[in-house]
T-cell receptor, first 117, second 111 residues
């Protein structure tokens, strides 16, 4: 149980374009989803927290207009990187939880490798 | 602001050795502490989770301890194997459900 998937697993896009990453909880309803970014040889940094049906809460220094997060259903959250630049190239990982159903831990997806050329 | 530090940053050991990875955190007001494993280019696999009221957790060859008052945790790996080679991440959960990660220890077990 508690499986989280991400799609795509890797994506290459051109500078200036937008790219959408999906995060799905496959066997439980995720009231809360988290988006992290990981640069090479660095740890995970929380970008934002999203609760189903409400606006995401962004961490300090993360541009909410650049990283659009939508959590419209209990099993799906999306992260859209708008007007991507090479410095946005990173490994993006999502996690999901639902404390009210006993899923107190954050269950992590396999990650999405974004390369902006 | 919570800061999590992991020492050493990298470790290379021969197969069969017992080893200890260290994690320290600056704010003891945590909900729990979790150790993860990350293989190159992959997501995270949860290894052990210690609640703030607990002192240690064990799973197979892994044992994790927590000293909340001093802000320290250790992950002990017994009889290391080449398959243990990965990056090990420590994360503390703050009240509010946020995880703060350390930078990780890159472990290489040589056969």
């Amino acid at each position: 149980g508690a499986v989280v998937s991400q799609h795509p697993s890797w994506v290459i896009c051109k500078s200036g374009t937008s790219v959408k990453i999906e995060c799905r909880s496959l066997d439980f309803q995720a009231t809360t989803m988290f988006w992290y970014r990981q640069f090479p040889k660095q740890s995970l940094m929380l970008m934002a927290t999203s609760n189903e049906g409400s606006k995401a809460t962004y961490e300090q220094g993360v541009e909410k207009d650049k990283f659009l997060i939508n959590h419209a259903s209990l099993t799906l959250s999306t992260l859209t990187v708008t007007s991507a630049h090479p410095e946005d190239s990173s490994f993006y990982i999502c996690s999901a939880s639902n404390p009210s159903q006993g899923f107190y831990e954050q269950y992590f997806g396999p990650g999405t490798r974004l390369t902006v050329t | 602001k919570q800061e999590v530090t992991q020492i050493p940053a990298a470790l290379s050991v021969p197969e069969g050795e017992n080893l200890v990875l260290n994690c320290s955190f600056t704010d003891s007001a945590i909900y729990n502490l979790q150790w993860f494993r990350q293989d190159p280019g992959k997501g995270l696999t949860s290894l052990l989770l210690i609640q703030s009221s607990q002192r240690e957790q064990t799973s197979g060859r892994l044992n994790a301890s927590l000293d909340k008052s001093s802000g320290r945790s250790t992950l002990y790996i017994a009889a290391s194997q080449p398959g243990d080679s990965a990056t090990y991440l420590c994360a503390v959960k703050e009240y509010g459900n946020k995880l703060v990660f350390g930078a990780g220890t890159i472990l290489r077990v040589k056969s």
